[in-house]
C-alpha cells in the first residue's frame, strides 16, 4: 500500500488497515505527496513498486 503522508486524516493507520486484508502486503507512505502519490513523488512510487515486484515474483 502506496499513501502520500499529506492524503488527509491518518495514511499509515488507514494503509496498514487495507494491508491487513492482503497476505502479501507492504506499507510505505511517500513524504511531500498526496492522494496521487504516483504523481507526486514518481521516482520513489517506481522504485517502491519494482522492488515490491522482485521482491515477490516467484511467490
Do not use: R
Not at 15 to 28: D, M, N, Y
Not at 39 to 59: G, N
Amino acid at each position: 500500500m502506496i499513501w502520500g503522508d499529506g492524503d488527509g486524516g491518518d495514511p499509515q493507520s488507514a494503509a496498514e488497515a487495507l494491508a491487513a486484508g492482503f497476505t502479501t502486503s507492504t506499507v510505505l507512505i511517500l513524504p511531500d505527496a498526496g492522494h496521487a502519490a504516483y504523481q507526486q513523488q514518481p521516482e520513489l512510487f517506481a522504485q517502491a513498486l519494482i522492488e515490491f515486484v522482485q521482491l515477490h515474483e516467484a511467490d
